[in-house]
């Protein structure tokens, strides 16, 4: 996954700004960005963020749809010897940091996607997450062959 320079939009964004962790990608981009204050604003609101979120107790969902995975759920992903195992994995690491730090998360996901080991990692929290329900599996074909 490639981070585009927050200043050019033209370089590969290989350094972050301490104060933002926005991708730059040369001396003279982080002078121009340091100095604006685009830099300061968004320093601000992701401390705010990261105040809120160490505020609120894990377990407390603001808004939750019919998409939303129950914490008892979610907790299986920690259990999980075969996912442990793939998360020693540096790449894999390095990938899914990128990802939750991408300012895109469609192209960053569509991105991961090309990347074996990411769909690794993503069918086996599925299998976790969704289990396969093989009986139901079983009863849908049959009634489909009647």
């Given at each position: 996954m490639v981070?585009?320079?927050i200043v050019c939009d033209k370089s590969d964004?290989?350094?972050?700004?301490?104060?933002?962790?926005?991708?730059?990608?040369?001396?003279?981009?982080?002078?121009?960005h340091k100095d604006s204050v685009k830099c300061e604003e968004i320093s601000k609101e992701k401390e705010a963020a990261r105040n809120q979120l160490a505020d609120k107790s894990p377990s407390t969902l603001l808004f939750t749809t019919m998409d939303t995975v129950p914490?008892?759920?979610?907790?299986?992903?920690?259990?999980?010897?075969?996912?442990?195992?793939?998360?020693?994995?540096?790449h894999l690491r390095k990938l899914l940091v990128?990802?939750?730090?991408?300012?895109?998360?469609?192209?960053?996901?569509?991105?991961?996607?090309?990347?074996?080991?990411?769909?690794?990692?993503a069918d086996e929290c599925l299998k976790i997450i969704?289990?396969?329900d093989?009986?139901?599996k079983q009863e849908l074909d049959e009634n489909l062959i009647l």
């Amino acid at each position: 996954m490639v981070k585009i320079c927050i200043v050019c939009d033209k370089s590969d964004g290989k350094y972050k700004c301490p104060k933002c962790e926005m991708p730059y990608c040369s001396l003279e981009c982080f002078k121009s960005h340091k100095d604006s204050v685009k830099c300061e604003e968004i320093s601000k609101e992701k401390e705010a963020a990261r105040n809120q979120l160490a505020d609120k107790s894990p377990s407390t969902l603001l808004f939750t749809t019919m998409d939303t995975v129950p914490l008892e759920t979610l907790e299986k992903l920690r259990d999980s010897e075969h996912l442990k195992n793939l998360l020693y994995n540096s790449h894999l690491r390095k990938l899914l940091v990128e990802l939750d730090s991408t300012q895109n998360p469609d192209r960053g996901i569509s991105a991961a996607m090309m990347e074996p080991l990411f769909l690794e990692f993503a069918d086996e929290c599925l299998k976790i997450i969704e289990p396969d329900d093989s009986d139901s599996k079983q009863e849908l074909d049959e009634n489909l062959i009647l």
